[in-house]
């Protein structure tokens, strides 16, 4: 039996216990690029007097399968400790119009946080979401990143934006379940493993149930969890959010119990992967490979105009012949420049030679040509790949890359290493 199946098989056992009828929860969630409208601060999104407008997503119309009141909470709230897009939702029935932010509204206090709505079964509902009191323009931190909204009620909601959540995020905690003593509390638990990671990188945890049934405590570990020993192999533990770096091929066990209590009833978290990377100011700088030392290269990203500008600064195939000599440098020097759009965590170059020119001169003038592609590509803040043609030289190949300098790599994670959308790990 797979690990996966085990899951399910638990949860299931969860879901048929007499008398149980657990909450669907449903999470739904976009990502803020840059391009979005901007519009003024919707009813409820902004206490300030600051009437800049400010980017907002519309999701198109949804529905609730049931009928009844649903907690919507903002799982990406900045009082958490990362960075994703703080935002404000705003519930519209039948249709939005950004000129008439009043008409068919029908949360009038927005959901900055937290908010319980009544929604009816066969009705259509708009979900707008809104950057929270920051204008982009005016800030040194862009406003780029996932935002998530969760409903917890009676029903699913059924919408474009859905995200498939792992299974293991939603349970109840019965009577029937053993007691343990630890740093959470004396209380009943669960524990759910192994359960692997797709990708390297810092996961993100909110408890959404906090705002509706079971404040819960998430402690995460290494191996199978010792009731003798509660903290053994303890990689993490969580009140009400935390990250914890996770690495792919290692098991994690997850131990889910109430916080401070031995209540019963229905937990519910969201645990975010790391952002998909994309590319930005901050990986402007100098890069390398340490097994060419000597060589590498320079970029800069040109944000606003979707550009990335590269310098390659290497050697000649072979080693110029004994005696060959410059009256400057080093006569085995070469290097190429490229430019191209970016998008996300890549960007496609097109390779410039220039020639004809001599030190310090504008005479003669410079002769560009282009001759070959690059692609680089951003693994994280750290590391990447340049995988390069140059052409008519019918060299290729690629270089893995590193930064020289960390000056800016606090600014990249700030950037593209927030909590991604919730989905399978």
Known sequence: MTHNNRIVMILSAFLMLPGTALATNTVLSGIFDGSESATAPLPGTCRSNDNDPLMYQEVPAFQVSVSGTYTIVDAFNPNKSF?????????????????LPQTNLITPDGV?????????????????????????????????????????????????????????????????????????????????????????????????????????????????????????????????????????GKDYYFVVQPLNSDQTGEFF??????????????????????????????MDVFDNINLLFLAWFTYDLERPASGVTAMIGEPGHRWMTA????????????????????????????????????????????????????????????VPIQRLANDTVGLCQTLTEGPGQPGPL
Not at 152 to 179: C, L, M, Q, R, Y
Not at 363 to 371: N, V
């Open 83 to 99: 960075s994703g897009v703080d935002i404000t939702a705003v519930l519209y029935e039948g249709s939005f119009n950004p000129a």
């Open 112 to 248: 900055d946080v937290t908010a319980d709505v009544v929604l009816n079964a066969g009705t259509d509902y708009v979900l707008v979401v809104q950057q929270w009191c920051k204008n982009p323009a005016r800030t040194w931190v862009s406003r780029e990143g996932a935002w998530a909204v969760t409903f917890s009620g009676p029903g699913k909601v059924s919408s474009g934006n859905n995200v498939t959540v792992p299974e293991f995020t939603a349970g109840s905690i019965v009577d029937s379940d053993p007691t343990v003593a630890s740093e959470c509390a004396t209380s009943r638990y669960q524990q759910i493993g192994p359960i692997q990671v797709s990708q390297d990188g810092p996961y993100h945890y909110v408890d959404i149930s906090i705002n509706f049934d079971v404040d819960m405590c998430l402690q995460i570990y290494s191996a199978p969890f010792d009731t003798a020993n509660p903290v053994a192999n303890q990689l993490a533990r969580f009140d009400d959010e935390g990250v914890l770096e996770m690495e792919t």
């Open 269 to 298: 978290y969201v645990f975010a992967p790391p952002s998909p990377v994309r590319i930005s100011a901050a990986m402007s700088g100098s890069w390398f490979f340490p097994d060419t030392e000597g060589q590498g290269f320079f």
């Open 339 to 398: 430019i191209g759009p970016l998008s996300g965590s890549k960007a496609e170059l097109d390779i410039y030679w220039n020639s004809g020119m001599v030190f310090d001169s504008g005479e003669p003038p410079s002769q560009s040509k282009q001759d070959g592609t690059m692609t680089v590509e951003f693994f994280n803040c750290f590391t990447g790949l340049v995988t390069y043609d140059l052409g008519s030289s019918g060299v290729s190949g690629e």
